[in-house]
């Protein structure tokens, strides 16, 4: 992966982190919808296993946005540290 496609899903998750905290905020269902336009009930998350992995699908918004925020936060320290 270049520098430039893991800015932009950093990009991507950071805006994916406002829409949930914004949800949350009003109490309502986030409006997230997948490559066809429809509604998501929670997203899918890929656990990596040495050499092989694991997929949770339909995870709840609450952890998503969790793993988000802390998946994202540590991938942008870890790229400035090594700059």
Same mark, same amino acid.
């Given at each position: 992966?270049?520098? #430039?496609? #893991? ?19 009003? *109490? #309502? ?14 997203? *899918? ?39």
């Amino acid at each position: 992966m270049d520098i #430039a496609t #893991a800015w932009r899903e950093i990009e991507v998750a950071g805006e994916m982190l406002e829409t949930l905290k914004k949800a949350r905020k009003e *109490q #309502a269902v986030p409006d997230i919808r997948d490559a066809f336009g429809r509604l998501r009930g929670g997203l *899918q998350l890929g656990v990596p296993s040495g050499s092989n992995g694991h997929r949770l699908y339909d995870v709840p918004w609450s952890l998503a946005e969790t793993v988000i925020e802390r998946t994202s936060h540590t991938t942008a320290l870890a790229f400035r540290r090594s700059r």
